[in-house]
């Protein structure tokens, strides 16, 4: 259909930091989805972004 595509990512554990405290904490290791849009649905966005001006 052109829409695109959604996938799951593996992110890994990675450093982080309480912005109230600035402990240091670690980020869990997580799996995220992801979207990736058609070439059909980038060509719509395109088109109607350029018609907004």
């Given at each position: 259909s052109g829409f695109g595509n959604f996938d799951l990512r593996d992110k890994k554990q990675r450093p982080g930091r309480n912005p109230k405290t600035g402990e240091e904490i670690p980020?869990?290791?997580?799996?995220?989805?992801?979207f990736r849009p058609g070439q059909k649905l980038k060509q719509k966005v395109e088109a109607y972004a350029g018609t907004q001006s």
């Open positions: 980020i869990s290791a997580r799996r995220v989805v992801t």
